[in-house]
């Protein structure tokens, strides 16, 4: 039936129930969309809430926008079909009433999308002859009775149920959340989690609403819940970015999402995600929640369609002079994006170049660098060109809040003084990238700690040492974290135009098994798969280990190996080889470049025999290492590698402690700053900066628990 047929027909019956046909058109106009809107449909519940009566959040809201922009950038979601309720609207009765008016609109086939960022809390069993449960804190928390032992809490149960009870199969629910009090007092980033009153009891609306919910017969097992821990002893965190705050696990979660291809699968992101968020300073380890059977190896189109593309971000604006646009860059690394300087370059698909010239946290503005270049469309995807790094990128230590106040003023004083490109902020009003605090056990004694809050081995100090004797204590630890933090900066495995591959595997005399693979995934096809990866894998102690690297590209590649062994140790492969001059008794080993041809594999170690040196001792530690390949040879690397006095028996070594990582790293910079083709366009910036072309060098980060 047309709609003029249908409105002259019923117009009998509005008249009868005293509805004008205006009235009428006004308050079917959504349904009318609805029914208009392409199979299949996408739809999106998103909450956030940083006020509560008597605590506060910082970075729920700006998960609620990374959520979003995702999903209306990358996945095509339409603006109209997303939901949000921030603040004060996030109350249990709106979010109850948000999934069945909003989500419930959901058909066979459509996309839905549930996320949460706030409060979690365990709430006794006392009122619900049952155990306890997992509850998300809502805004309105206690408003529906004067007496505080009733709480208006969500339970987490019903939120599952009612995401399974659409008929549809194609549901995600992210929680970044927490439930379990924490046992220890909290050093570092803030907590998502909350601490009920063992009286407290959930209001008898919520209890009624679940039993309801649990007659129902017709239930999915297809929902995929993404969690921010997998253990009820994980605490939820957030983090503070240059200009904004957000949930740890949602900006790393959307950020891996941005740079995915069809083939990812959702147990590689989530692996991705966890190597990040130790990054960031946190162990959490995202958790999938699912009934269905092989439900990690599904693919992340089943769930996040159009993932035809990797990219960086995505235009948000084109301003009146048609050549300035608004650039959203959630799909950068965090630990990037802080230092992504001006003068940074990213491309559209369709080619054209836009020059970054200022940037607000996830934000940007960049120019069209051609005149005659076609005007860009808001919402088309960006992908980086050309990594404009500072070289005066410091260390930023955090001082713990516990501290007293003359114990930070006289950190303050030691860092300025005596510690060179180490600066210090109060802890939480600043980014940061440790925390020194003190140990919980003897509050005499100053330590450093990760943002996470765990003690970083071997930086415990004597019962009574003075704050500034501590902070000089800790000199070479900084330069040696420095410099793992410049490394990171050159991680790019979602924008690299160089086809390379890395495989890490265990040996043994009969055969090898993976362990860990990456791949540079610009130059993925979108017909392949990626192997699956554990999130974070465990090597035994004392296995024997070797890198597969293949370069898939039509250049030599140079590459080096550098890590971090329990944010304590810095380590490189150094390829040491003995001369072989006749009548030369003088047989000094020589730093060598390592080289894959094109179409070629390397290993590393790159024999069998020489494998059978590089075992894993114990005792138990957490290694994070980066392998960086390069179009051009690594000199300056190799350069600084030489100049320190490495005895005989380090030259005998594959793999052992580096003597000068900050040097190293520092040279490392300037080699891909060297092997850039775009330099002599930038001579003007290349004093002040390194400039990095994304096609000439490829960073992969390998992370894994020796145990």
């Known amino acids: 039936m047309k709609r003029r047929t249908f409105l002259h027909t019923i117009g009998s019956i509005l008249a009868v129930l005293g509805i004008t046909e205006a009235e009428w058109l006004t308050l079917g106009n959504r349904y009318y969309q609805a029914l208009a809107q392409p199979s299949p449909r ?134 970044d959340t927490s439930y379990d009090a924490p046992t220890t007092a909290q050093i570092g980033s803030r907590i998502r989690t909350r601490q009920e009153s063992v009286n407290a009891q959930l209001a008898a609306a919520e209890l009624d609403f679940l039993k309801q919910l649990k007659t129902k017969t017709s239930l999915s097992l297809n929902t995929l819940v993404l969690s921010a821990t997998s253990d009820p002893k994980q605490l939820a965190r957030e983090g503070v970015f240059s200009d904004f705050s957000a949930g740890l696990f949602t900006y790393a979660l959307t950020q891996h999402l941005w740079e995915s291809t069809p083939a990812t699968t959702i147990q590689f992101i989530l692996a991705d995600v966890e190597s990040s968020l130790y990054k960031l300073g946190s162990k959490q380890q995202p958790a999938l929640v699912s009934s269905k059977k092989n439900s990690k190896g599904a693919l992340a189109e089943n769930f996040f369609p159009e993932m035809n593309i990797a990219a960086q971000g995505a235009v948000t604006a084109v301003e009146e002079d048609r050549k300035t646009v608004h650039l959203w860059l959630a799909g950068l690394p965090p630990q990037v994006l802080e230092y992504y300087g001006v003068n940074s370059r990213l491309t559209l698909l369709t080619g ?77 009003e600043q980014p940061a990238d440790y925390v020194l605090g003190k140990l919980e056990q003897t509050p005499s004694r100053y330590g450093l700690f990760s943002l996470g809050g765990e003690l970083i081995l071997n930086t415990a100090g004597e019962a009574g040492e003075a704050v500034k004797v501590a902070v000089q204590r800790l000199a070479p630890k900084f330069k040696t974290l420095l410099a793992a933090k410049l490394w990171r900066l050159t991680e790019n495995e979602g924008s690299s135009g160089l086809a390379v591959k890395a495989t890490l595997e265990i040996i043994n005399s009969i055969s090898s098994r993976v362990i860990m693979q990456r791949q540079t995934l610009r130059t993925l096809s979108s017909e392949k798969s990626i192997s699956k990866s554990p999130s974070i894998p465990t090597v035994p102690i004392g296995s024997r280990m070797q890198y597969r690297v293949q370069n898939l590209g039509n250049r030599p590649v140079y590459l080096i190996l550098l890590g971090l062994k329990n944010n304590r140790t810095a380590v490189a492969f150094y390829p040491w080889q003995t001369t072989q001059e006749p009548n030369n008794l003088d047989t000094k080993p020589l730093l060598t470049q390592l080289v894959i041809t094109p179409g070629g594999t390397l290993t590393l170690p790159q024999t069998t025999a020489a494998a059978s040196d590089w075992v894993i001792p114990g005792p138990a530690f957490f290694c994070e290492q980066q392998l960086i390949l390069s179009t051009a040879p690594l000199s300056e690397t190799l350069a600084a590698l030489d100049a320190a006095k490495y005895s005989t028996a380090d030259q005998q070594l594959l793999i052992s402690a580096l003597l000068n990582p900050l040097e190293v790293a520092q040279a490392l910079l300037q080699d891909l700053h060297n092997a850039s083709a775009v330099k002599g366009e930038m001579n003007s910036i290349a004093a002040d900066s390194y400039i990095l072309d994304v096609n000439n060098w490829a960073s992969l980060s390998f992370s894994f628990q020796v145990a």
Request: aromatic share 4%.
């Open 42 to 175: 996408k739809l999106a519940l998103l909450i956030g809430i940083n006020q509560y009566p008597h605590s506060a959040l910082s970075g729920c809201l700006t998960d609620v926008e990374l959520q979003r922009e995702l999903l209306i950038h990358r996945f095509g979601f339409q603006a109209s079909d997303i939901l949000t309720l921030t603040e004060e609207q996030a109350s249990r009765e709106f979010i109850e009433a948000a999934f069945m008016d909003h989500l419930g609109q959901a058909k066979l086939g459509d996309v839905v999308v549930f996320h949460f960022s706030g409060y979690g809390t365990r709430v006794s069993g006392t009122s619900l002859d049952m155990a306890g449960q997992n509850a998300l804190i809502p805004a309105s928390e206690n408003k529906i009775s004067q007496d505080e032992k009733i709480v208006n809490y969500l339970l987490e149960e019903t939120v599952l149920l009612l995401l399974r009870s659409l008929p549809t199969d194609r549901v995600t629910a992210v929680l």
């Open 352 to 428: 054209e170049q836009l020059i970054l010239r200022s940037r607000t946290g996830l934000t940007a503005k960049a120019q069209i660098s051609s005149i005659d270049a076609t005007i860009p469309l808001q919402g088309q995807l960006v992908q980086e060109a050309v990594r404009v790094l500072p070289r005066n990128i410091d260390l930023t230590v955090a001082l713990d809040t516990e501290l007293e106040r003359i114990e930070r003023v006289d950190a303050t004083s030691a860092f300025a003084a005596t510690i060179p490109r180490v600066s210090s902020v109060v802890a939480g």
